[in-house]
């Protein structure tokens, strides 16, 4: 997931005038640029009352407590936590009278292979009459997709590519004149723009695909390399290194290939700041003029003179995991479709810290699901059904890489071009009512028009977002949607407290990515102040009403990357 939530209201005799205009968003979009302006947060700062809806910080509070308590086992894909999670979402959602899939089933199966790696302790680099021995965890995290038993990488000429990006939108290309084939490549993390020198690489600090991990696996791919190891440098990435090693030692879920992962990297992995330095030391070479030069048009990368060795012994399993799946029918377009979404999973059972062991992931992302189950009460306790159908989709395998959401958008259950929406929820906050509501991707969609509007009518201002460095927009199940056409919007509020301010909520950010995210402390507590989570769930409640009332789609904006498969997907219709 990426990060965080508040309280208010939109009443019912609002409902009529709720996005007014919204149909008619295109002829009236902002530029871009405005697009991306800070509104001027409201001065008024009391609070609007809730009605009786069937949405409560209660409920929110209730549901996060049993997915997230010990019993769970940290809601791990392939283990009993799984069992006990998707058996949860599926039974809440029959008692509020929801349908099955289209298929009759609560479940879409979702097969994945789990490759449990145990790199050596050590792995070797050597060459130029060096050698360099790095420790696992302490220095680095090797896995492999490839689904054999033993993966071996033998003097593997390392080189290192800058970014390890082929953008050529922005006249980019880290590969040129490097012949990388059966060699390992070592790259930065993020993207070109994030080091903030040139404000016109790229997207500047906001950072774009190619700042994602797994777009650099796929790029080392296509050009033969045998493996890739991404130099982790904690601000950049957003995360500390024990959220490297938390997410990625022991077992990792993967998607099922034809070819069992054989056209795959053999090694993808992290490794230190500190242990690149000395890499490049050991090399030679100077990592702060290396880095230096790789945010600069026209680098080049260069040969380390080193090679690696290192060997991972693996378990393989193939087995299916499950999205949890309810709908509640449209009454007169039935075939058109919103569909929220959460992810159920977080990291299990893992190495203890300060004595638990269990990652039980409240905020991330049992707090998600319970906004789920909420807006789901909603719509099952309104009097008016909605017109258009209400999907609600719990994904598998988020925190292993958006895999339940990305196997869902490559067989999806309902047609994407009759897909009016998705609408997820990672992360909602225990802090109180919040002023703001933080939308992540600020720009793409029509849907920002709807969540201004329903942010207004809880006397809330909108945000685009504030770091967005950490490419949260890639980080989350909506971008699996965006991928296929389908306008997606991820928004909470995330960054002004309506009772403590700004401050309150940076500090509260910094506490739990530095000693909650990832990490066995991510627990529900009982004091949490719901409130927020409450706003933001009946906000997102009454976009989508909104939406189930209209005839029309909303749009991807002018300039979006993803507005050419969604023009295609609806013309096709």
């Not at 059972?349 to 039980?360: M, R, T, W």
């Not at 067989?411 to 897909?419: E, W």
């Not at 992540?440 to 329903?454: E, H, I, K, P, V």
Request: hydrophobic content about 35%.
């Amino acid at each position: 997931m990426r990060l965080f939530t508040l309280r208010g209201w939109l009443v019912p005799a609002a409902a009529g005038l709720l996005l007014a205009g919204c149909q008619s968003q295109n002829s009236s979009s902002e530029t871009a640029t405005a697009d991306r302006r800070t509104e001027t947060a409201p001065t008024d700062t009391a609070s609007v009352p809730a009605p009786a809806d069937g949405i409560t910080a209660s409920l929110i509070g209730q549901h996060i407590k049993v997915l997230a308590s010990d019993d769970f086992q940290g809601r791990r894909p392939f283990t009993a936590g799984e069992e006990k999670a998707t058996a949860y979402l599926a039974t809440e959602f029959k008692k509020l009278g929801l349908q099955p899939g289209p298929d009759g089933s609560y479940f879409q199966a979702v097969p994945l292979v789990e490759i449990t790696g145990t790199p050596d302790p050590t792995a070797t680099v050597a060459g130029n009459g060096k050698s360099l021995t790095l420790k696992y965890r302490d220095d680095y995290m090797f896995l492999t997709e490839r689904e054999q038993p033993t993966v071996e990488i033998k003097n593997s000429p390392l080189v290192f590519a800058g970014y390890g990006v082929v953008a050529p939108e922005y006249k980019w290309d880290d590969y040129a004149g490097l012949d990388v084939k059966g060699k390992t490549v070592v790259v930065l993390i993020n993207d070109p723009g994030n080091a903030g020198n040139d404000t016109t690489l790229f997207k500047g600090k906001a950072m774009t695909y190619y700042g994602r991990w797994g777009y650099k696996y796929e790029e080392a791919m296509r050009h033969g390399a045998t493996g890739l190891l991404i130099i982790h440098d904690t601000k950049p990435a957003s995360y500390p290194w024990t959220v490297v090693q938390s997410s990625n030692g022991g077992a990792k879920l993967h998607p099922q290939t034809p070819d069992h992962g054989a056209s795959k990297l053999a090694v993808e992995g992290w490794i230190t700041l500190d242990a690149a330095k000395r890499l490049f030391t050991a090399a030679g070479q100077n990592y702060e003029e290396a880095y230096t030069a790789a945010n600069k048009p026209g680098f080049r990368g260069k040969a380390f003179g080193l090679n690696l060795s290192t060997t991972l012994h693996n378990k393989i399993t193939l087995k299916a995991s499950k999205n949890v799946v309810a709908v509640l029918p449209g009454t007169t377009r039935p075939q058109e479709y919103i569909i929220y979404t959460a992810h159920w999973d977080h990291l299990g059972i893992g190495k203890p810290i300060a004595g638990d062991s269990i990652y039980n992931g409240a905020l991330d992302n049992a707090s998600g699901c319970a906004g789920l189950l909420t807006i789901a009460n909603g719509f099952a306790q309104a009097k008016q059904k909605p017109a258009r159908s209400i999907v609600f989709l719990a994904v598998t395998g988020e925190e292993q890489g958006l895999l339940g959401s990305a196997y869902y958008a490559a067989h999806p259950l309902y047609a994407p071009a009759s897909t009016v929406a998705n609408i997820n929820m990672d992360g909602l906050l225990g802090f109180g009512p919040m002023r703001d509501l933080t939308i992540t991707g600020y720009g793409q969609s029509d849907l920002d028009d709807y969540a201004r509007a329903a942010a207004k009518e809880q006397n809330r201002y909108v945000l685009p977002d504030q770091h967005p460095e950490t490419g949260s927009f890639y980080r989350s199940d909506h971008f699996s949607f965006a991928k296929i056409g389908v306008p997606a919007l991820y928004a909470k509020g995330e960054f002004d407290s309506r009772l403590r301010g700004k401050a309150f909520i940076e500090e509260r950010r910094k506490d739990f990515e530095a000693k909650r995210y990832h990490q066995p402390a991510d627990e529900y507590d009982p004091q949490w102040n719901l409130r927020g989570a409450e706003q933001d769930a009946r906000l997102l409640f009454r976009i989508g009403q909104q939406l189930a009332s209209e005839t029309t789609f909303p749009q991807w904006k002018a300039g979006s990357e993803f507005k050419a498969t969604r023009d295609k997907s609806r013309a096709g219709k």
